[in-house]
């Protein structure tokens, strides 16, 4: 009974956080909208941020992000504001505070002491995105989150747009200064502005979001300390608290000893929760302070974590700390920090979500119910509106099956089917052209790729089968003044950053990069060109490029059979005649050959073929 009790409550708690996401979302196109609306007042638009900035980590993502903005802001897709994309500066892994102080000291270059007067959020997205591959190229805060509320000209959101808006009550609460967040985090939450207290606002330097969540979480996470005066319970409304300490990845001991732990009680159910972290706000005066620093000893030696550094550096229990106490950045931090104070915004309804990873992207998208319902996920935004997967065996539409996710994917035909073997079976199929119907054999996610017959390609059954437990991802290239494509694929529980110093220590495909080049009939010099240099999946060489998109898809999964082949017997599907590249290429490549212009030249013919531009 209990247990039933909890449910309903829960799920009338993410009823009540989808209600106000989508109340955030009304509010923010009428910021972006192209043109006005009767339904649209002055009154109700709310204030923005006076600057928005995408860090990168090097020149080259820094172009190819401005080359997006360009686009959505050409499509009427963004607010009217100065988006600004800094790059780190090279050969410097600076880390979300060094990366937080360079935007600063970039934008001071150009605005002077105005930058003080001015509401900045800062979107932490960099970086190569090793563990979520396709979104490599383009960067996840371009990845799309088919989000209804924010869908415009039927449009699928991107992660860019849910990030602008989502913090919106934040912006009309918060003074001059800095929101810091990643690219690949996401908070859903029912905020009470009501009771709140505004003065209190105005008194914080430094403001943090908290969320009520697990002991577990909590060991992963940042975790806020409240004075003996806080209340403990989750009866209270949200509300701004003083923060005593925090705790940076605690131990389960740690977090009891130095009283984070809570009890929330929900009718005759309660549980152990912490306060665990997310996005936070410098005030103008810490960002001065912190810039001063910066000026004066840039470049950094190494990187200065903002989660790490800056947040435990504050609290009233680190007023009598001393920088001898500390043996990294923090020892120069605190004497900057200390004094000032942090404030907890409690979100007694809320949820903090991470999609960093290949499983990650794959559970929130499919298992996730609390995250499709509070954003109001749309699960198909396909051509095919009636049900195109299919049951197993049995040939019947499945208009029962819930799971799975296809987005801006376009079926050739109303025929063409896709058969799901399970119905524990999660996936993504996303900015993909399908031609030819194929069952899936284990969790997917499928990204940019072409699937239709070739001239070149022989197909050796009519059946077609996608191994499963697998990522697809296909990327023009420019090699050697020629266009090319590349798919590359990897084991969605790979490790990516796994560095050996021989190939039978990495795996993929469920075998060692040995075997595979050995099947494969590879050389360790195609696939190994440095023997000095260590390997790791994201750069052995070990996929070909084809003239197009299709052959290239057909290319890896014809590697990928041979393998499967060899060790377990699997028939093979497809017989290849000509179109490979001599070339072998690794997914390192793959980014730094990339053809921009051309993928997203694919990407405005696939949204034709979906009806979506003129």
């Known amino acids: 009974m209990a247990g039933l009790e909890y449910s309903t409550m829960a799920r009338e708690r993410s009823q009540r956080i989808r209600e106000s996401m989508q109340e955030i979302f009304r509010r923010y196109n009428s910021l972006r909208l192209k ?18 900035v995408l860090t990168t980590f090097d020149a080259a993502q820094q172009q190819s992000f401005q080359r997006q903005i360009d686009y959505k802001k050409q499509h009427g897709q963004l607010p009217k504001v100065p988006i600004y994309v800094v790059a780190d500066p090279p050969d410097q892994k600076l880390g979300v505070g060094g990366s937080t102080l360079h935007v600063l000291s970039e934008l001071h270059k150009e605005l002077g002491n105005a930058l003080y007067q001015k509401k900045l959020l800062v979107i932490h997205s960099g970086g190569s995105s090793q563990r979520l591959p396709s979104y490599s190229v383009l960067g996840k805060i371009f990845a799309p989150v088919p989000v209804k509320g924010l869908s415009m000209d039927s449009l699928v959101p991107q992660m860019l747009d849910l990030k602008l808006s989502m913090y919106l009550p934040f912006c009309e609460l918060l003074g001059p200064g800095v929101f810091v967040t990643c690219a690949d985090d996401i908070e859903t939450y029912c905020l009470n502005g009501m009771t709140l207290d505004l003065k209190a606002f105005n008194s914080a330097d430094v403001v943090a979001l908290g969320h009520p969540s697990s002991i577990h979480t909590g060991k992963g996470h940042g975790v806020y300390v409240l004075g003996n005066d806080s209340p403990q319970s989750l009866k209270c409304a949200d509300s701004l608290q003083e923060c005593m300490e925090v705790l940076q990845k605690p131990t389960e001991d740690i977090m009891r000893a130095r009283g984070a732990v809570f009890l929330k009680r929900e009718g005759d159910t309660s549980r152990e929760l912490v306060w665990s972290d997310s996005v936070f ?52 931090m605190l004497p900057i920090l200390q004094d000032f104070n942090l404030k907890v915004l409690l979100l007694n309804e809320s949820e903090f979500y991470h999609m960093g990873t290949m499983e990650e992207y794959l559970k929130h998208f499919n298992i996730m119910a609390t995250f499709c319902e509070e954003l109001d996920v749309m699960k198909n935004t396909s051509n095919l509106h009636s049900p195109y997967i299919l049951k197993s065996e049995e040939h019947l539409p499945s208009s029962s099956f819930d799971g799975g996710m296809i987005i801006d994917t376009y079926f050739s035909e109303p025929s063409t089917k896709i058969t799901i073997l399970e119905d524990s079976t999660q996936f993504v199929i996303e900015n993909c052209y399908i031609d030819i119907s194929f069952k899936v054999c284990g969790n997917l996610i499928m990204s940019n790729c072409v699937v239709q017959e070739c001239h070149s390609i022989s197909l050796l059954s009519k059946k077609l089968s996608l191994f499963g437990n697998l990522l697809y991802h296909t990327v023009p290239i420019i090699f050697q003044g020629k266009s090319l494509y590349v798919t590359v694929a990897f084991d969605l529980n790979a490790n990516m950053k796994s560095v050996a110093n021989d190939l039978s220590d990495i795996y993929n495909f469920g075998c060692n990069l040995y075997d595979v080049s050995h099947i494969l009939g590879y050389k360790m010099t195609e696939v190994i060109p440095n023997p000095s240099n260590n390997v790791s999946l994201w750069t052995a060489r070990i996929f070909m490029g084809g003239p197009t998109a299709a052959e290239s898809f057909w290319l890896t999964h014809h590697a990928i059979n041979r393998i499967k082949h060899e060790h377990d017997g699997e028939p093979l599907q497809t017989n290849i005649d000509g179109c490979k590249s001599s070339q ?31």
């Open 35 to 52: 043109k006005p609306v009767t339904e649209v007042t002055d009154v109700d638009k709310p204030p923005f941020w006076d600057v928005v």
């Open 281 to 332: 706000w410098l005030s103008q005066q810490v960002c001065q302070c912190l810039l001063q620093w910066y000026k004066e000893n840039a470049p950094l030696s190494s990187e200065l974590d903002a989660y790490a550094h800056f947040l435990p550096c504050l609290g009233k229990r680190m007023v009598d700390a001393k920088p001898s106490d500390f043996q990294d950045f923090r020892s120069e």
């Open 584 to 614: 072998l290429f690794s997914m390192s490549d793959v980014v730094k050959l990339k053809d921009l212009e051309m993928l997203l030249k694919d990407r405005e013919h696939l949204s034709s073929c979906l009806n979506r531009i003129s």
